[in-house]
């Protein structure tokens, strides 16, 4: 076996390709079916009161265009007065994504948790520590969202959202605690993607498959399976931004390389849930446009207020080569074990972002990439795995500060 340990880094980059296309993919099939279907309910509308359509028990219609064809769905009060033969369930898109998602969270960060779920600097702790908190993260999020759901408080929209913000950033301030700031973003859409898959597996089906049996067992289906079907489908249209958002962040180490970084989050995420509002309004023919202009401006407080301070006047070196030996030094020490053309760090097969920092030539060409990763944000090292030191950090500031010689 020691033979093909060799493979085990490369067999893992494979898993970690595939397993993300697939989680992808599915993700797209689940969320344009639920952005699909929001739109309908929005869009669809009544039909006169004494048509045939509304003696059938048909809510509403709408005709569409698509691919050369007209379409003519509707939607029913409760059922139809028969069932069809043929009936589409979507379940298979929201299990599949999240599947693939857990199987990406545990190649990802379980199997290297040194690096990607733990910063020192944050709380030094085991691997097991980490992934115990990933998983208690998961089950927290999920038990705690449905029985908000179930109380009281679900039943008054508003201040449920309210509340069920609070909770979600009151884990965000906590995971950031705990664990690396990538990590800790990528736990919380991993937390709301529990949330959503659970009302899918949870509440939605088993509320559609009562209200089948109740057709083929003769019998009036229950309307209250629907409405809360409905209500967990609603939560799950305004939990997709911010999910979506998330999925992206880790190449945006200036959102969660920050002290404030829970709160950065937040921000981004209450614009996210603006965004969706404007336009679940806009498809039921309401053009709100101070949702969108909010959303704008939440965005560019959150821009503004995490921009990088301009680096203060510093005198160019006597001796820039000099200089940039000791720089080169550093890199070579800190950097280059993995961003160099045969990595020798564990677990890293190929240079990161394919960037080469193996040669002066090489380190001048990226010098604003490590100026940012590296001095900035304090993103690379990963996890700072090879322990720069922030005066080390100081001198490549000092460098690309005074021209990059």
């Known amino acids: 076996m020691e033979a093909f340990a060799y493979l085990i880094p490369y067999t893992q980059e494979w898993l970690n390709l595939i397993v993300r296309w697939l989680h992808v993919t599915t993700g797209i099939a689940w969320i344009g079916a639920s952005f699909y279907f929001a739109w309908l309910d929005n869009a669809i509308r009544p039909p006169p009161p004494a048509s045939d359509l509304a003696k059938k028990g048909v809510a509403g219609e709408l005709w569409a265009v698509h691919g050369g064809g007209f379409y003519n769905p509707q939607k029913y009060l409760v059922a139809p007065a028969e069932l069809p033969k043929e009936l589409h369930w979507f379940k298979w898109e929201a299990y599949s994504t999240w599947l693939s998602g857990f199987a990406l969270l545990i190649i990802v960060y379980y199997f290297d948790a040194r690096a990607m779920l733990i910063d020192t600097s944050v709380a030094d702790i085991s691997s097991w520590q980490a992934i115990c908190i990933s998983l208690g993260a998961l089950a927290f999020g999920w038990v705690g969202y449905d029985l908000l759901c179930r109380s009281r408080l679900g039943e008054h929209d508003l201040w449920f959202g309210l509340v069920m913000f609070a909770l979600i950033v009151a884990v965000a301030y906590a995971l950031t605690k705990t664990l690396s700031g990538r990590a800790a973003y990528i736990h919380i859409g991993a937390m709301m993607g529990t949330m959503m898959a659970g009302n899918v ?27 809360i079907a409905k209500q967990r489908s609603v939560h799950n249209n305004y939990f997709t931004l911010p999910v979506l958002f998330i999925m992206i962040s880790n ?25 969706r509002h404007f336009f679940n309004l806009r498809q039921r023919g309401r053009v709100v446009w101070r949702y969108l202009i909010i959303s704008a401006c939440l965005l560019l407080a959150v821009a503004v207020a995490i921009a990088p301070a301009p680096p203060g006047a510093r005198a160019a070196a006597a001796d820039p080569i000099a200089q940039f030996a000791k720089v080169q030094a550093i890199i070579t020490r800190r950097c280059v074990v993995c961003h160099a053309a045969h990595p020798t760090q564990a677990g890293i097969t190929a240079a990161p972002g394919g960037i080469l920092l193996d040669s002066a030539a090489r380190i001048r060409q990226h010098a604003a990439q490590i100026y940012k990763q ?25 460098w690309f500060e005074t021209g990059a010689k």
């Open 374 to 398: 590296a001095v900035q944000l304090k993103a690379m090292p990963l996890g700072n795995l090879t322990n720069m030191a922030d005066a080390e950090r100081g001198q490549i500031g000092a």
């Open 201 to 227: 597996l949870m509440l939605i089906i088993p509320g559609q498959r009562k209200m089948v049996n109740a057709m083929m067992a003769g019998q009036l289906p229950n309307p209250v399976h629907g409405q």
């Open 251 to 275: 190449h945006y180490a200036m959102t969660y390389r920050q002290e404030w970084a829970w709160l950065v989050l937040a921000v981004i995420m209450a614009a996210g849930v603006f965004i």
